[in-house]
């Protein structure tokens, strides 16, 4: 019989870095509110610009968005853990921020005119504070 070993050295490093998933403690803030689990996605969400890591993925997009629903943060607040939305746009009050995901890619950067899928989250401009969110592939 084969002995299965464990390191825990990776899942120790994986925790103290997703302390650094934490917002400012101002109007919106998050990294009270996140579990560690939810912040270890937050910053593997946030370092994978475009998706072209791979580190972005449906699951984890549907998980943001469910850990922040309940939370209604602010745009700073999500920008603070998730970084800079690749694309944003505003429509009859509601600001929509894009994250791109399952892109292809060429030297870290989005190939033009690529099918990719997005995690999208909404705030209402009257509140601030997100509303919706989902992700969107296709």
């Given amino acids: 019989m084969k002995q299965l070993r464990l390191s825990l050295l990776p899942l120790l490093?994986?925790?103290l870095l997703a302390n650094s998933c934490k917002t400012r403690p101002s109007g919106g803030s998050l990294g009270g509110s996140l579990?560690?689990?939810t912040k270890a996605v937050c910053l593997?969400?946030?370092?994978d610009a475009f998706g072209c890591k791979k580190d972005r993925t449906a699951p984890r997009g549907e998980a943001i968005v469910a850990a922040f629903f309940s939370l209604k943060p602010t745009r700073a607040a999500i920008e603070e853990v998730l970084g800079k939305a690749e694309n944003t746009s505003n429509f009859k009050?509601?600001?929509k921020l894009e994250y791109y995901?399952?892109?292809q890619c060429s030297n870290g950067k989005m190939v033009p005119n690529s099918v990719y899928c997005v995690l999208e989250l909404n705030i209402s401009d009257s509140s601030g504070k997100m509303e919706t969110g989902g992700v969107v592939c296709g």
């Fill in 101 to 103: 995901f399952d892109t």
């Fill in 44 to 47: 593997l969400w946030k370092n």
């Fill in 35 to 37: 579990t560690a689990e």
């Fill in 93 to 95: 009050g509601i600001t």
């Fill in 13 to 15: 490093l994986l925790a």
